[in-house]
């Protein structure tokens, strides 16, 4: 089957997961997995093969950037610590645990090899989180914990695993140029993708002040950017992950200075495209591997297998909620970075932490870029069984983890608005004070009495913006009751609009470019009428 054939049939799974995920209980990783597996049983893709380089170029870049880049800075620092302790910490233990007892419960496998399953293991997925948990609601600094951690473990078990697989393929171990090596990479990487994202951005400023800021082209540049940063830090032998994450959340805090509205909006669109359909690719192409990695263990019994997936998933739980309780009562207990409350670590939130910690696409996109063979030109040890572990362990996390997340989730019932429950609130009261200012000085020098009606007008809607979120509760639920009815109206008015424009056109009134034309714009005010009424 042509590369070509192929993507096609992988977005077609994609879209057939996306629509079924609606009228089933199961999250999406799981049922795209379940839809890779049905697609395996087709004509010529049961033997899909993956290679490997080209599998972790094409996808960790875009999604461990995306990932960075819708992550809040300031929320990112408040919780830098507590983050650090699982994303380095954690997965430090993670990999040293799960190798020497890998490597005690498979002797076959050597202790390199075993570091390398750890290291591939150690990274939780926070869009695998998320897909299962968007709909819920949950505590902001819970979420934040959760997407940080998962970007930065990201980083640091794919270091980790480049260093467990030259380790491997050279028979060679020193703790110390282990560390000098991590140094070396982590460092190199993150000033490389600082620098990238710097000259993408003044790249494009400079277009913007050139008029040349089409959204179009805006938006290609910045997907360039993980990709470039990446390779520039290949090349000059310094982590490409760690240079992907710091370009991304050197941008989540600089990008406002570097886009355009329509270009910013243009971004986000398809950004989220993209982040779906990797991600989405990265599950499917894991269902359609799953009877190749059968495969490849066959000379293991079937229950050892499933004995060696389940000690390897139990480990990682036991060591997850061990390292997540401890380490949080030695915050507390020391005052190291501890911004909870008094009577000390809430169980209930270190219970959601401990049990968020599904496996995803950047364990199987790790696993699947294990060569095949090492320098001297034999194969991988015990590569194939390594593989399946990762896999293993993707959908263990998902069935054991990921599933019952959401009835955790509401079992526990915690308040998802207790870490900032009026942040939003006073920022869209200061905004509208601020317009209100803005209108106000302008008015002062208006002689005509129908500009000045409008002002009133606009003044008249920037108060009862800001009654509706500072104002007495019983004036701000009329008030949204006010802007509730009037919303329904412009959508009616909208609605009519584009029924008489449709009957316009079939009856050959009007092209279908003005169709479009005035479609676009019917659109735009009716995706603005469509904002909830607590927002204003």
Do not use: C
């Not at 790790?366 to 991988?380: E, N």
């Not at 701000?476 to 509730?484: E, Q």
């Amino acid at each position: 089957m042509s590369l070509i054939e192929l993507s096609l049939l992988l977005l077609l799974a994609i879209a057939v997961g996306g629509a079924l995920v609606h009228w089933t209980p199961l999250p999406l990783p799981i049922l795209l997995v379940v839809v890779g597996v049905v697609a395996s049983f087709l004509p010529g893709l049961g033997s899909v093969e993956v290679d490997p380089e080209l599998f972790l170029l094409l996808f960790i870049p875009p999604i461990l950037f995306a990932d960075a880049w819708v992550l809040p800075r300031r929320d990112f620092v408040h919780t830098l610590k507590p983050v650090l302790l699982l994303a380095l910490g954690l997965v430090v233990l993670t990999v040293v645990a799960v190798g020497y007892v890998m490597h005690w419960l498979i002797p076959a496998m050597p202790l390199a090899v075993a570091f390398t399953l750890g290291a591939i293991v150690s990274p939780t997925d926070a869009v695998a989180t998320v897909a299962t948990t968007q709909l819920l609601p949950l505590p902001a600094r819970i979420v934040h914990i959760v997407n940080a951690e998962s970007l930065l473990n990201d980083a640091s078990g794919l270091v980790a695993f480049k260093l467990a697989v030259a380790a491997a393929a050279t028979g060679l171990f020193s703790s110390t140029a282990v560390a000098g090596n991590f140094v070396h990479l982590a460092g190199g990487g993150i000033i490389i993708g600082i620098a990238v994202e710097w000259i993408g951005r003044e790249l494009r400023q400079r277009l913007i002040r050139l008029h040349a800021g089409d959204p179009v082209l805006q938006t290609l540049l910045t997907v360039l950017i993980p990709y470039g940063a990446y390779l520039a830090a290949e090349a000059l032998h310094v982590s490409g992950i760690l240079a992907v994450v710091a370009a991304g959340l050197w941008a989540s805090g600089q990008e406002v200075k570097g886009l355009t509205a329509d270009a910013r909006q243009h971004a986000r669109e398809v950004w989220r495209m993209l982040s779906y359909v990797l991600n989405g690719t990265v599950f499917v192409l894991l269902g359609l591997q799953l009877r190749r990695m059968l495969s490849g263990v066959e000379e293991f019994a079937a229950l050892d297998l499933v004995l060696y997936a389940l000690v390897l998933w139990l480990l990682l739980m036991v060591l997850r909620i061990a390292w997540v309780w401890v380490s949080a009562h030695l915050r507390f207990r020391l005052r190291w970075g501890w911004t909870g409350g008094e009577e000390g670590p809430d169980p209930k939130r270190l219970l959601l932490i401990s049990w968020a910690a599904v496996r995803g696409s950047i364990t199987l996109a790790t696993a699947l870029s294990i060569p095949t063979v090492v320098a001297t030109g034999t194969p991988f040890p015990e590569r194939d069984l390594v593989v399946f572990l990762a896999a293993a362990t993707i959908i263990l996390t998902l069935a054991f983890n990921g599933v019952p997340l959401p009835w955790l989730i509401r079992k526990l019932a915690l308040d998802s608005e207790a870490d900032n429950p009026n942040e939003e609130r006073n920022a869209r009261a200061e905004i509208a004070r601020a317009a209100l200012a803005a209108v106000g000085e302008v008015a002062s020098d208006l002689t005509d009495a129908e500009d000045i009606a409008f002002v009133e007008q606009l003044l008249s809607r920037y108060r009862g913006k800001l009654e509706l979120h500072e104002g007495d509760p019983g004036h701000a639920s009329l008030r949204a009751t006010h802007i509730g009815l009037r919303r329904r109206l412009r959508l009616a008015a909208i609605a009519a609009e584009r029924q008489r424009l449709r009957e316009l056109r079939a009856a050959n009134v009007i092209n279908d470019e003005t169709q479009r034309v005035i479609e676009a714009e019917l659109d735009e005010r009716e995706l603005v009428s469509m904002i909830s009424v607590d927002r204003g």
